[in-house]
């Protein structure tokens, strides 16, 4: 005698009359279902129907709960002269990867637009006066992040000036003083604050942008070049002295962007096109080509890389 089941066809679903039925292959003969299980029939078949209120509320469900962390979920980073340009992509972008991001300019009004437009988007952002040249500004950015977010994950240094066009001979002890002390050594000392706050969380990631001008110089800006060559050199001895205390130090060397920061070199079409040709280039880059690696090398994706510096300059020679 056979098993309950065995050897006989699945039953399959059939509607009678508007109601729900059960199908024997075996027997040839259709069955009623008992009113319990015709209502669990019902409530399948309604489920099942494409479309369906229930499908719809199941996907959004399933969506909502589904929605993925990004990838700086919780992180807090702070970026400096972050109110444009690059600075502002990179800050929106973090913002957007999941950080609490605090930005900084030197001026109050510059704050006050960049913070609104990125809450705006219901970013995590909140900013403040910072000129990195200053000892006491410093401070207060890393005291502000400390007070809103209660520690420090990710520093990207991108302030820099360049108040000299001309020939390098030319240039005065005054302009090397201002050009050395905000481009290399402000970078130098804020990291030097930032580091204990991100040891007390585990470790923490570091990026300095420095331009593809330490590669290839641009014409005209010697003193610049020079200090965003001395950034490659000081991301190694950083990312060397502080591997054992995990964290990370990278670098990031933008090409010809455009911003307000670097219009002196594309404003005019004929000199764009000119150094576009010599940088071996077929477009300007956008600030927003540059945020997302550095989103990407302040993540766990990144673990493994330290005292790298990474060129975005659509294709522009890149070594020394």
Same mark, same amino acid.
């Given at each position: ?56 509320? @199941?996907?959004? =469900? *399933?969506? !909502?709960?589904?929605? /993925?962390?990004?990838? %700086? ?6 970026? #400096? &002269? ?124 570091? @990026?300095?942008? =420095? *331009?593809? !001008?330490?590669?290839? /110089?641009?014409?005209? %800006? ?6 965003? #060559? &001395? ?90």
């Amino acid at each position: 005698m056979e098993e309950p089941g065995r050897g006989r066809k699945r039953s399959r679903l059939e509607s009678i009359g508007g109601g729900l039925a059960l199908r024997d292959p075996a027997q040839g003969r259709v069955q009623r279902t008992p009113a319990r299980r015709r209502r669990m029939f019902r409530t399948f078949a309604a489920f099942s129907r494409p479309g369906s209120a229930s499908q719809r509320l @199941v996907r959004m =469900s *399933s969506a !909502a709960g589904a929605l /993925p962390r990004g990838k %700086l979920a919780d992180k807090v980073a702070l970026v #400096t &002269a972050s109110t444009e340009g690059i600075g502002f992509a990179i800050a929106r972008r973090m913002a957007q990867d999941g950080a609490h991001v605090v930005i900084s300019s030197r001026k109050q009004a510059n704050v006050d637009r960049a913070v609104d437009e990125l809450q705006k988007e219901n970013l995590s952002v909140s900013g403040l006066v910072c000129h990195v040249g200053k000892a006491e500004d410093r401070q207060r950015l890393i005291d502000a992040a400390l007070e809103r977010h209660g520690g420090i994950d990710i520093l990207v240094s991108n302030a820099a000036v360049n108040p000299f066009m001309g020939s390098l001979l030319d240039v005065t002890e005054e302009v090397w003083d201002k050009i050395l002390d905000v481009n290399i050594k402000a970078t130098a000392l804020l990291v030097n604050k930032v580091v204990p706050h991100m040891e007390k969380r585990g470790g923490g990631s570091i @990026v300095i942008v =420095s *331009s593809v !001008a330490a590669y290839s /110089p641009f014409p005209a %800006l010697g003193p610049y070049n020079v200090s965003k #060559t &001395a950034l490659l050199g000081l991301t190694r001895n950083l990312a060397l002295e502080l591997t054992a205390r995990n964290i990370r130090v990278n670098c990031l060397a933008p090409g010809l962007i455009r911003t307000k920061f670097s219009s002196v070199l594309w404003q005019d079409k004929a000199t764009g096109d000119k150094l576009m040709e010599s940088m071996r280039i077929h477009r300007i880059g956008e600030p927003s080509d540059c945020a997302g690696i550095v989103s990407f090398l302040c993540s766990s994706d990144a673990d493994y890389i330290t005292g790298e510096t990474v060129v975005v300059a659509g294709g522009s020679p890149s070594r020394l």
